[in-house]
């Protein structure tokens, strides 16, 4: 994966002629996929009524800086498989994620897999969080989101994540909003970060609020 290059970046060195050569092929490919994802040309026989918020994280003196990614998907609209231990799910998720400029490109590619006594009905959601560690920069990136087979899927989009350093200036990460009732959970440290990917927040709740300043 292209990830393995980001040590350069992190490392504040210039990477050698043959990486930049590999890393800008791999941007026009990256550019291309964008294109068809945009276009909703990569179609799907059924489109993943899924939710998912991107969230971006500065570097600080305690922490790396990166994305978070929480997400929350129909399980009446996936497959499942029964096994021993009940009924399993599996969500596949892949990120793009890459500079404007085309300076390097980065692949996050992972499949979740959720096992529960027995199948969900319509109304209850697979919920996760997913943190991928990235270098400081602005970002553009694109997420999908596919059932098991891959019949079934959707493509969101994000063109402006900022990931500052807050080892060198003063910085404020993305605002995360939620319901204090909230199930779903990401720790960061000893902090434990509520999050709320369908957005589901009433007029008659309290609302929690989450940010993080560094520098």
């Known amino acids: 994966l292209a990830a393995k290059y980001c040590r350069y970046e992190m490392a504040g060195r210039r990477p050698p002629p043959e990486v930049q050569r590999k890393w800008e092929s791999e941007w026009r490919a990256m550019l291309a996929d964008l294109k068809q994802f945009d276009g909703q040309v990569r179609r799907f026989k059924r489109i993943l009524p899924a939710a998912a918020r991107l969230y971006a994280f500065p570097r600080t ?6 994305v978070v990614i929480a997400f929350a998907v ?3 609209k996936l497959e499942h498989v029964t096994t021993d231990g009940g009924v399993a799910y599996q969500i596949h998720l892949r990120l793009i994620v890459g500079p404007a400029s085309g300076a390097f490109r980065i692949d996050h590619d992972t499949v979740r897999t959720f096992v529960v006594p027995a199948p969900l009905g319509a109304g209850e959601y697979l919920q996760g969080v997913e943190p991928i560690p990235l270098p ?7 997420l999908m989101l596919t059932g098991a087979d891959s019949t079934n899927g959707v493509v969101l989009a994000a063109d402006s994540l900022h990931l500052g350093d807050g080892t060198a200036e003063l910085v404020l990460s993305d605002l995360i909003f939620s319901r204090e009732t909230s199930t779903l959970a990401w720790n960061r440290g000893a902090e434990k970060i509520l999050l709320d990917p369908l957005g589901s927040i009433r007029r008659t709740e309290s609302l929690h609020l989450y940010y993080e300043v560094a520098g």
């Not at 003196?61 to 990166?66: A, L, M, P, Y």
Request: no cysteine.
């Open 61 to 66: 003196e305690r922490f790396d800086g990166g």
């Open 136 to 142: 400081p920069g602005r970002y553009q990136a694109r």
């Open 74 to 76: 129909p399980a009446d």
